[in-house]
């Protein structure tokens, strides 16, 4: 494994704390979305843009967030398990409050709505934008509407090769069982 820089999604509201304002942020993500235990690999760059604007308001450090991010996750069919993209678009809002010196992201509750603390100007999206991300996968994917899956008898992949042992275990009923018990998942 080579070991490459991952640039940081951020955005610095250094001018916002002082002056107030809106900025904006945009760039790319690419080969995968890093959660805390888990990574989703994409399929191509997953484009973000994040604008903020400082609240007018008695403490006067409340800013709101608004942002999206869209790309392509590299899921497994769950039928055949071949790679299979994904199309994944998330919209997020968020109300920021600066807290100087705050190591972490914190979330508090305040008048029922949630409040997210940060510490440094520098703003780091990447939880940000994670989780809207991975709120948005599908639960499951189909490499194509009509995938035969994998054979239950030798594994093979039907879509490719026709094992013979099909005929003998699909009968129609049983197909239209696979069918609806699939429509189930979703
Ligand atoms: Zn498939
Ligand atoms: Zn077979």
Redesign the pocket.
Known sequence: MKMKQRPIPSINLSRLIREGGSATAKDEIWDYIALPNERIPLVGPAVWRVSVAKMEGEGGLDFWLSGEIAGNALME??????P?PAAVRAHFQYLLRYQSGLAHLEAIEENEEEILLFGHPDLDLEPLLSEAFALELPYTV???ED???LCPVCGA?L?EVDCGHQAKTHSRLEAELSKLLDGLKD
């Open positions: 069919c769950r039928r055949c398990l071949a299979t189909l490499c194509k995938c035969k899956g992949n879509n």
